[in-house]
T-cell receptor, first 116, second 112 residues
Framework: SAVISQKPSRDICQRGTSLTIQCQVD?????MFWYRQQPGQSLTLIAT?????????ESGFVIDKFPISRPNLTFSTLTVSNMSPEDSSIYLC?????????????FGPGTRLLVL | TQLLEQSPQFLSIQEGENLTVYCNSS?????LQWYRQEPGEGPVLLVT?????EVKKLKRLTFQFGDARKDSSLHITAAQPGDTGLYLC????????????FGAGTRLFVKA
């Protein structure tokens, strides 16, 4: 398993501003994932962050809105840019652990964002 | 596109009752995971099943993977208020192949 921490745990922001969320893992991992969980909803994958390369974004998510950094194998940041109330969500990072069919994801505690 | 349909979406029961949550797909998954998420927390892995027909037990929770690896169920016996939370099934997981697909979740509320 992995121990994952996120900062901040929650924030209230004004529309038009940006927030950077940090994700720290207690072991070196090649891949990290960023998810969004809107109120009462399941998880939607935003992007996959690989160390040493550009993040890969899912349909509906773009780098200008959600820039990601991955400076080393234990750390990543997700920025939510030019925020609007529709960006109010829980943002989660996760890392895959295990091999093959037994690979599973371990999640951070999430960052709860409210945009006014 | 792979989809995981989870049912029911919401369940409110009395303490001591039994319940079953279902996760179904038309696709075959190499594995299936069940997570539980409490308010203000990230999802916490409960179990991974990989073999068709596999049954795993975790105290009062019983997980089953369908023979064809297209569906799974979570059965809770004698539910307790501490079981309250959002239960998510997730299929797949090969980062070298397809991504993990999450179900919509089942929000369980157990009343004392």
């Amino acid at each position: 398993s992995a121990v994952i921490s996120q900062k901040p745990s929650r924030d209230i922001c004004q529309r038009g501003t940006s927030l950077t969320i940090q994700c720290q893992v207690d072991s070196q991992v090649t891949m990290m994932f960023w998810y969004r969980q809107q109120p009462g909803q399941s998880l939607t994958l935003i992007a996959t962050a690989n160390q040493g390369s550009e993040a890969t974004y899912e349909s509906g998510f773009v780098i200008d809105k959600f820039p990601i950094s991955r400076p080393n194998l234990t750390f990543s940041t997700l920025t939510v840019s030019n925020m609007s109330p529709e960006d109010s969500s829980i943002y989660l990072c996760s890392v895959p652990m295990g091999q093959g069919a037994r690979e599973t994801q371990y999640f951070g505690p999430g960052t709860r964002l409210l945009v006014l | 596109t792979q989809l995981l349909e989870q049912s029911p979406q919401f369940l409110s029961i009395q303490e001591g009752e039994n319940l079953t949550v279902y996760c179904n797909s038309s696709s075959v998954f190499s594995s299936l995971q069940w997570y539980r998420q409490e308010p203000g927390e990230g999802p916490v892995l409960l179990v991974t099943v990989v073999t068709g027909g596999e049954v795993k037990k975790l105290k009062r929770l019983t997980f089953q993977f369908g023979d064809a690896r297209k569906d799974s169920s979570l059965h809770i016996t004698a539910a307790q208020p501490g079981d309250t939370g959002l239960y998510l099934c997730a299929g797949g997981g090969y980062t070298g192949g397809f991504k993990t697909i999450f179900g919509a979740g089942t929000r369980l509320f157990v009343k004392a």
